[in-house]
């Protein structure tokens, strides 16, 4: 992509004392770094902004123009400079990626921390406690919309609908056990009935199915496609839950 030295965009962005619109910095932003000089005029007053929509006809702001000529607003704007626009309604496994990358991240801090060095055992069990309670911590931000999800395609919930309001908390509470590594007898129960339950609807949702939904594992407003990532967080669950066992006897 070739830059504009030189050139100049007009940019006008809602700025008042009570809002300053993001889109407008991050459009101005994105013309500095194209190379484009940046004629910067905000507009300071809710009159202004809808004085302005009115003259040209368009219905938000920011509003960016390049040699006389509209462009439109900051998803127009990239589209305009060769940059991606991301789709709202596209599937994605960043959510999950972020959990698992800083849980794992965070166990290797715990066990530098208590034993001299990250790479224990230790570290992992932490790891697979410490991904079950930041996965409930986003199902209970709002677990009724985790909860309805989840009714798509869980088995007991479908059979027992209060379940799938219980599930957030009884992940969290095994979690945090296990994290602890105290009261395994009742700990381990939980993973095994919640991972194994959990483990079984979305196999047979997904590949006996094959139904397209969505993953109700990191909260009710995520993108991400129900599958293996769903089956792999169940599956976490019960080997910690065997492998406490196994350790305990």
Same mark, same amino acid.
């Given at each position: 992509?070739?830059?504009?030295?030189?050139?100049?965009?007009?940019? %006008?962005?809602?700025?008042?004392?009570?809002? @300053?619109? $993001?889109?407008?910095?991050?459009?101005?932003?994105?013309?500095?770094?194209?190379? %484009?000089?940046?004629?910067?005029?905000?507009? =300071?007053?809710?009159?202004?902004?809808?004085?302005?929509?009115?003259?040209?006809?368009?219905?938000?702001? $920011?509003? @960016? !123009?390049?040699?006389?000529?509209?462009?439109?607003?900051?998803?127009?704007?990239?589209?305009?400079?060769?940059?991606?626009?991301?789709? $709202?309604?596209?599937?994605?496994?960043?959510?999950?990626?972020?959990? !698992?990358?800083?849980?794992?991240?965070? =166990?290797?801090?715990?066990?530098?921390?208590?034993?001299?060095? $990250? !790479?224990?055992?230790?570290?992992?069990?932490?790891?697979?406690?410490?991904?079950?309670?930041?996965?409930?911590?986003?199902?209970?931000?709002?677990?009724?919309?985790?909860?309805?999800?989840?009714?798509?395609y869980d088995l007991l919930a479908r059979r027992f609908v209060p379940?799938?309001?219980?599930?957030?908390?009884?992940?969290?509470? =095994?979690?945090?056990?296990?994290?602890?590594? #105290?009261?395994?007898?009742?700990? @381990?129960?939980?993973?095994?009935?919640?991972?194994?339950?959990?483990?079984?609807? #979305?196999?047979?949702?997904? %590949?006996?199915?094959?139904?397209?939904?969505?993953?109700?594992?990191?909260?009710?407003?995520?993108?991400?496609?129900?599958?293996?990532?769903?089956?792999?967080?169940?599956?976490?669950?019960? =080997?910690?839950?065997?492998?406490?066992?196994?350790?305990?006897?």
């Open positions: 992509m070739t830059t504009p030295t030189g050139r100049t965009a007009t940019l %006008y962005r809602m700025e008042t004392d009570a809002h @300053v619109c $993001p889109y407008g910095l991050k459009a101005r932003h994105l013309l500095q770094q194209a190379g %484009y000089a940046v004629d910067d005029r905000p507009l =300071a007053t809710r009159e202004a902004t809808d004085r302005f929509k009115a003259e040209h006809g368009v219905k938000t702001t $920011p509003q @960016v !123009f390049i040699a006389g000529e509209r462009v439109g607003g900051y998803d127009d704007l990239r589209r305009r400079l060769g940059r991606t626009v991301r789709d $709202p309604n596209a599937v994605s496994y960043r959510p999950v990626a972020a959990v !698992f990358g800083m849980t794992a991240l965070m =166990a290797l801090a715990a066990s530098q921390a208590a034993f001299g060095t $990250p !790479f224990t055992l230790r570290a992992g069990e932490w790891f697979i406690a410490f991904s079950m309670c930041v996965l409930a911590i986003l199902k209970l931000q709002n677990v009724e919309t985790f909860s309805t999800m989840f009714l798509g379940y799938a309001s219980i599930y957030p908390y009884a992940e969290a509470l =095994a979690g945090l056990l296990m994290a602890a590594g #105290v009261l395994t007898w009742l700990s @381990v129960p939980v993973a095994l009935v919640i991972g194994g339950i959990g483990a079984v609807s #979305v196999f047979k949702a997904v %590949y006996l199915d094959r139904r397209a939904l969505k993953c109700a594992c990191v909260g009710g407003g995520s993108n991400v496609p129900l599958g293996f990532v769903s089956l792999t967080e169940n599956l976490m669950m019960v =080997a910690m839950a065997v492998w406490m066992t196994a350790t305990a006897l």
